[in-house]
């Protein structure tokens, strides 16, 4: 569950504003999960996440949501209200790390903003690379990547930050400049896009709202 946190650092102040309450350096939030059967005590300390749940009735630890050989249905409903309350919890008191080009920033902030999702950073060996993707079907409408260059531009050194989006006119756009076929995904639906000001903002918004409009479908 914590690989949700890769790339997000902790802001003292939107968590204070949530209800986080610090004392010696460890921040601690509560609340109840599964109609208030379990609490779940979420700590921060230096930056660094984790969570205790425990049962109401007893009072006991509930150290089995930890236990990867723990499987079954019960305790998969306990981790996915764990998961729901982590994810809020990132919402609201972190925010994602510094990007190499502050129009990534610009940018990834005004469509989380109007899409309501947040970047997924869903691989451990791919620790740079997110995705933002629609709630009701799943599927990604943007792939956040920081790559080397010379993946879009053949010879081109230093790393670049390019995100991925689907488009239904390809070829028409391939013709423009600061537009590069998909790296690593299906180069007849997909583009690449530096997010270094070679586009405006409102152009870069604008192809984001066209592929986020081609995988709403079902």
């Known amino acids: 569950m914590f690989e949700i946190f890769k790339a997000y650092q902790f802001n003292s102040k939107k968590a204070k504003e949530y209800g986080f309450v610090e004392n010696q ?16 005590m979420v700590t921060v300390e230096d930056g660094v996440l984790g969570f205790q749940v425990y049962d109401q009735e007893t009072g006991d630890l509930y150290p089995q949501v930890h236990m990867t050989s723990m499987r079954g249905t019960f305790v998969g409903s306990v981790r996915e209200a764990c998961l729901e309350v982590l994810y809020e919890i990132r919402k609201s008191c972190f925010e994602v ?10 940018i990834m902030s005004r469509v989380q903003e109007k899409y309501e999702n947040q970047l997924e950073y869903l ?6 690379t997110a995705i ?6 799943q599927k990604w409408y943007a792939v956040l990547m920081k790559i080397s260059w010379d993946k879009l531009e053949k010879d081109r050194e230093g790393l670049v930050e390019a995100v991925n989006l689907k488009h239904d006119q390809v070829s028409d756009l391939l013709v423009k400049k600061g537009i590069y076929p998909a790296f690593h995904m299906n180069k007849r639906y997909w583009i690449s896009v530096p997010l270094d000001d070679s586009l405006s903002d409102e152009e870069m918004l604008e192809l984001i709202e066209k592929s986020w409009n081609l995988t709403l479908k079902k």
Request: no cysteine; hydrophobic share 30%; charged share 25%.
């Open 25 to 40: 350096g460890v921040w601690t939030h509560s609340s109840t999960i599964l109609q208030g059967d379990f609490l779940m």
């Open 97 to 106: 790390q510094d990007f190499i080009y502050p129009q990534t920033k610009r």
């Open 123 to 128: 691989w451990e060996k791919s620790p740079d």
């Open 132 to 137: 933002l993707r629609h709630e009701n079907n």
